[in-house]
């Protein structure tokens, strides 16, 4: 029998161990929002098809885990390459809203893809970690959690050092204030958010590929874009290191919800979050202030 | 003497350590056309936003017609009889000129909902009275051509021409005006100082401009504040305050 | 060419200023009377659905054509208004009574919703939307004392006046009134001074104020009066449905919503009507087209999902106005024709400007 201190101990570890996917799959959101200002609501679906398409590789054609991950994961990211250079690109400089709907779009169209190429039932992948952890100090620790862990620490340290000391990554966030400005200046604009998204399709696909173990690959996987939309909204609006903060305390509040109130708030902790911070602080915890000059 | 019409009484805005106006005090005279001059960062556009409740005045207050409305909700402003322009013009790109003009009415009242709903033979009477109103600016400022336009797609000169007509529609007793002619080629802009001088003889409206070019202020202004960084630096007619060396100093240059 | 000969500013407000229209629209509502005398009744069936939908459509274009505030969750008050709906029949109020009272419910929670996202804009009130629908529709399932839960409820039987209601051509002519009951009411605010405060708000709030636009409230009443129009399409639902269920009302539906008012071309109720129209008649338009199809593609299920997603993707990128643009278009070429410019819609290149300081 678990006690108090053992069950908090399990349910906290549980927590970070979600809370790391989450973060992992708000890092590629947040990854374009810096860089072009676009909502990408097509995340979840690319993360799905990538884990599909894992899925495939390992199940179809027998590849062991390591090729697969590394193949669907640079296809992902060659497509999405293509995805901004030939479709999103298109609606550069028309309002907000345009981006909004077009990225619906196109998760509708991925999802029917989906759908279409590799049905509807739920699938899984076997992972070299799956089923196997260790018990510290009386908490179950799964390796596979802590390897996600891992992967989305490594993850958001380079991309914050790129952002900030990598003259690419500073272009990146000149294009996203004033993109004719920064095309003036010489930085190649289309191209580096082409990139940003190949980037943003990656670390999607890596996410995707260690959440199946997890989760069931299903379609409704996609939902897990708005776990994340939470998770960015926490930690605050187009920042990076938030966007992990944010997701890892989604994932602790979830798992708290779940054994410590009543039946039904696990579902709805994250979007009732979500709502509660946007009208409160919308800021988040690490988010810029925005203000407009009349 | 007559008692001013607006007074700001020492009044201050300041945004965390930043003091964007200190210590402000200016009266506007009834029937006058008051031009507001200074460098950039001055506190010109914040005494504006000041007056129609976009800013909260940190200290100090705002008197209209010796009333205090600097804790007035914003949107009860225009209902006192101030209307105001914009530096960075503000129109309601989507609709038509009309239909902007027709918004300046909004303070006059739209009808009861349900009329509005049912489209009553009041309701009808109501429209027509608002649209004639507005025909009567359109007539004043030239823009019969542009009635049925959008005004997203309008030039600038005719979009700045759009703003005033608005805020004429509303019936204001004072008119704020952001830079009018900023933007404009000297023939517009002298044909705006036409129109500022005919809406304050014909029309009884009090104008308060906040303007840069100077030929604009010499042609109409009656009295001319400077102000620089945040305060007032000197006042009185036009020429004195152009010969008066701090202005000089700060603004104009020698 | 058209010239407008007005003499009074009445005429140029009127919804109707020509005889040709008099006369088109006087058919189209000829037309729809007839229809049911031509069709199956499965066909019938499927068009009141498609006339519920117009009702929620233009409920939304409200909100987001007309105010500009974005709601990706609309499905929610369609589940509010159907679920109340069916709970005030179970207590034994009559349908007349029941629907508009539903209405008004779900426009309380409207309000609900819009008080606090006064100073919530775009990107994050669509967040907030959206999480809005997907909370609403866990607490449906949740709350099984009033709605049956995720085993669903029964919906009683609709009937007016002591006329059943139950028949499919009954139905359709009661959804046909209600259509155009709201359109006119509709097009009636929209022309007047509380439409013209909608669009204010939406274009610019700044101005807005400056011309003594109490912003909040108006989109507060933006937001209620959208919830209820689109609760009154959810009380007209649960009868079509007959029996309720939690997954009747999901994000998916918020986000047909949202095609049909994007689609259809914001800020116009024809273009709700059309986009409604488009959207709802896809599904079946697509089960026709499947047996062109190769078979595997065909057998699994995403085709619909795609090609919606297609549909709105070309808009996005080739007629942002939607389909109303593309109608106004068509209908500049007639009225100015032979003079029609071929640029006369060109849209200008635009760069991208951060839209964080809005």
Redesign the interface.
């Known amino acids: 029998m678990m006690g108090a201190f053992e069950l908090f101990a399990q349910v906290t570890v549980n927590g970070i161990a979600t809370g790391a996917i989450y973060a992992l799959v708000a890092l590629g959101i947040v990854l374009i929002y810096k860089a072009t200002e676009v909502l990408n609501f097509a995340h979840g679906d690319i993360l799905v098809f990538a884990a599909f398409s894992a899925w495939a590789l390992m199940s179809w054609w027998g590849l062991p885990f390591w090729a697969a991950l590394l193949i669907a994961a640079g296809a992902v990211g060659v497509l999405s390459y293509g995805l901004d250079a030939v479709v999103i690109r298109r609606i550069a400089g028309q309002p907000q809203f345009a981006g909004v709907m077009l990225t619906i779009a196109l998760a509708f169209m991925i999802r029917g893809i989906v759908g279409m190429t590799y049905g509807t039932e739920a699938q899984t992948i076997a992972t070299p970690w799956s089923g196997q952890s260790t018990t510290v100090l009386g908490v179950a620790v799964g390796h596979l959690s802590v390897v996600i862990m891992l992967v989305v620490l490594a993850i958001t340290a380079g991309l914050w050092l790129f952002f900030r000391h990598t003259k690419l990554g500073i272009a990146m966030q000149a294009a996203s204030q004033n993109q004719l400005a920064a095309h003036l200046n010489g930085v190649r604009v289309k191209r580096l958010n082409s990139l940003v998204w190949a980037l943003a399709g990656a670390t999607a696909a890596v996410a995707g590929i260690f959440l199946a173990p997890i989760a069931f690959v299903d379609t409704s996987l996609w939902l897990i874009t708005l776990k994340a939309l939470a998770a960015i909204v926490l930690g605050g609006f187009g920042s990076l290191p938030g966007a992990v903060i944010g997701g890892i305390l989604i994932g602790l509040i979830e798992q708290y919800a779940g054994v410590y109130l009543p039946h039904g708030f696990k579902d709805i902790a994250a979007y009732l979050v979500l709502i509660a911070v946007l009208i409160i602080h919308p800021r988040g915890l690490m988010g810029e202030a925005h203000g407009r000059r009349v | 003497m007559t008692a001013p019409l607006l007074h700001l009484d020492r009044v201050g805005l300041a945004f965390g350590g930043l003091k964007a106006v200190s210590d402000l005090t200016i009266e506007v005279r009834p029937g006058e056309v008051l031009a507001v001059i200074g460098p950039n960062g001055a506190g010109k556009t914040s005494m504006l936003?000041l007056v129609?409740r976009?800013f909260r005045a940190t200290s100090g207050q705002i008197l209209f017609k010796g009333r205090d409305i600097s804790r007035l909700?914003?949107?009860?402003?225009?209902?006192l009889g101030i209307?105001?322009t914009?530096?960075?013009i503000?129109?309601?790109?989507?609709?038509t000129v009309l239909?902007n003009l027709?918004?300046?009415r909004?303070?006059f009242?739209?009808?009861p909902?349900w009329a509005?709903?049912?489209?009553t033979p009041s309701?009808?009477r109501l429209?027509?009275e608002h649209?004639?109103r507005v025909e009567s600016v359109i007539e004043f400022l030239d823009l019969s051509v542009w009635r049925g336009a959008m005004v997203g797609g309008l030039p600038y000169g005719v979009r700045k021409v759009v703003e005033l007509g608005?805020a004429l529609a509303?019936g204001p007793e004072v008119l704020f005006l952001d830079e009018p002619a900023s933007g404009l080629n000297p023939e517009e802009t002298r044909r705006l100082a036409f129109w500022i001088d005919d809406i304050r003889t014909d029309l009884g409206i009090t104008v308060v401009m906040i303007e840069h070019d100077m030929s604009l202020v010499n042609a109409i202004a009656d009295r001319v504040i400077c102000m620089a960084q945040g305060r007032v630096l000197a006042q009185g007619s036009p020429a004195d305050v152009q010969a008066h060396p701090d202005v000089v100093a700060a603004y104009l240059g020698g | 060419m058209r010239f407008d000969y007005h003499t009074r500013y009445r005429q140029s407000f009127a919804l109707l200023n020509s005889p040709a229209s008099w006369v088109l629209y006087g058919l189209l509502l000829v037309a729809l009377l007839a229809l049911p005398q031509f069709l199956s009744t499965y066909m019938v069936g499927e068009l009141s659905y498609v006339l519920i939908l117009c009702v929620a459509a233009m409920g939304l274009m409200v909100l987001t054509g007309f105010t500009g505030q974005i709601s990706l969750g609309h499905a929610a008050f369609v589940a509010i208004g159907a679920y109340a709906h069916a709970w005030l029949m179970a207590q034994g109020l009559p349908m007349i009574v029941a629907m508009p009272l539903a209405a008004l419910i779900a426009g309380f929670a409207g309000l609900v919703v819009g008080i606090p996202a006064i100073r919530v804009h775009g990107l994050y009130l669509a967040m907030v939307t959206l999480a809005f629908s997907v909370v609403v529709e866990q607490v449906i399932g949740l709350w099984r004392s009033v709605t049956g839960g995720f085993t669903g409820m029964l919906v009683a039987r609709a009937e007016l006046f002591g006329l059943s209601l139950t028949s499919p051509r009954a139905f359709y002519y009661f959804a046909l009134a209600v259509v155009v009951l709201v359109l006119l009411g509709l097009l009636n605010l929209l022309r007047s001074g509380i439409g013209r405060s909608f669009t204010g708000v939406r274009d610019s709030e700044a101005a807005a104020y400056a011309l003594g636009i109490d912003v909040a409230r108006v989109k507060a009443g933006a937001f209620a009066l959208s919830a209820a129009i689109t609760g009154l399409a959810g009380a007209m639902m649960a009868h079509h449905i007959g029996y309720l269920t939690p997954d009747a009302f999901t994000l998916l539906l918020s986000l047909d919503l949202v095609l049909m008012v994007v689609i259809g071309g914001l800020g116009s109720l024809r273009g709700a009507i059309l986009g409604a129209i488009l959207i709802s008649m896809l599904p079946n338009a697509i089960s026709a087209l499947k047996g062109f199809l190769p078979a595997a593609m065909s057998r699994q299920f995403g085709l619909e999902i795609f090609v919606a997603g297609a549909v709105l993707a070309f808009f996005v990128l080739f007629e942002p106005r939607g389909l109303n643009g593309r109608w106004l278009k068509i209908r500049a070429f007639l009225e100015s024709f032979p003079l029609y410019r071929r640029d006369m819609f060109r849209r200008q290149k635009t760069y991208m400007k951060s839209e964080r300081n809005r």
């Open positions: 936003n129609t976009v909700p914003r949107q009860q402003i225009a209902h209307a105001r914009f530096q960075n503000e129109l309601f790109d989507a609709a239909d027709l918004l300046g909004h303070r009242g739209g009808g909902w509005q709903l049912l489209r309701l009808t429209e027509e649209r004639a608005r509303s």
